[in-house]
């Protein structure tokens, strides 16, 4: 099925504003655990459950893919991609960096995204062709050139099942980065690095690592907005990438480039036993 994703806007608009007043208004309430050191509140399962419905019964024909409860049904090679509340950890803790990521991707690659950060006030929409906004301005990605002068937001640590092995490079990765970028910088929520990214409030994000409820809304954002989004090697970005690195397009190499030498760095240091 084709569709023009703008015409799309206005419907998830709606039900992230449904999400917004929910996390507005409700406190986190019942914190059920989900593995080591992850967890989803009351309010994850309410926001997903009510923009679920809203979207089954306005759009059909479209599938849906939560982060709590996974896909309630699939639809003709477009889904719906929601994260309920983006920065869960920060939320349960008062942290106003969180809120709720929308996404529609077509096959392997979202062409509408709606960000909205409730507890700050900031909403930020894009849909494919058609730039992107936030609080209704255009916005933009920084111009940065150097990574000296760059501020690099970098994904959360890993937990869970394998995390010490799985953060090995995340480790490495911070090391290079801390050794050659201005400032690192970790928010705990997937949506705000990709959004402020597009908004050019930082000028560049990686994560090792790929969901598409956190990554979908972000990434066309992104994109809109002049940011190169792509995968670990290099190569164009797709819901079906390993990581998510989005920047100014002129630090894209030499960022690829880093993290290259920080996976080779975290290989030795396991190989050697020296992590």
């Not at 206005?10 to 406190?27: D, G, L, Y």
């Not at 002049?226 to 670990?232: F, K, L, R, S």
Request: glycine residues 8%; contains cysteine; negative net charge.
């Amino acid at each position: 099925m084709t569709i023009d994703a703008r015409t799309l806007l206005p419907i998830a608009e709606h039900a992230v504003s449904m999400a917004s007043e929910i996390i507005r208004t409700k406190a986190p309430g019942v914190v059920t655990a989900k593995g080591d050191r992850d967890m989803a509140t009351e309010v994850d399962y309410a926001v997903e459950q009510a923009v679920r419905e809203f979207l089954s019964r306005e759009t059909p024909e479209i599938g849906f893919l939560g982060e709590e409860e996974g896909v309630s049904h699939t639809g003709d090679g477009l889904m719906w991609a929601l994260d309920p509340v983006d920065g869960t950890a920060n939320f349960l803790h008062g942290i106003p960096l969180c809120g709720v990521s929308l996404g529609l991707v077509d096959k392997d690659m979202p062409t509408l995204g709606v960000i909205d950060l409730p507890l700050l006030g900031i909403r930020y929409i894009a849909a494919e062709g058609a730039g992107a906004q936030a609080n209704g301005s255009d916005i933009r990605v920084s111009d940065a050139r150097d990574l000296e002068a760059a501020i690099v937001a970098l994904g959360d640590y890993a937990v869970g099942e394998n995390a010490l092995e799985r953060n090995r490079p995340r480790f490495a990765l911070t090391h290079e980065l801390a050794a050659r970028v201005q400032r690192v910088r970790m928010f705990g929520s997937a949506a705000i690095d990709l959004a402020w990214v597009a908004d050019g409030k930082i000028d560049a994000n990686i994560m090792l690592s790929n969901n598409p409820w956190d990554t979908a809304a972000g990434v066309v954002i992104a994109r809109e907005a002049g940011a190169t989004v792509v995968d670990i090697d290099g190569s164009p970005h797709s819901m079906t990438a390993h990581a998510t690195i989005a920047a100014s397009p002129k630090l894209v190499a030499d960022l690829v480039e880093l993290i290259a030498e920080a996976r080779k760095d975290a290989r030795y240091s396991q190989l050697s036993g020296l992590t």
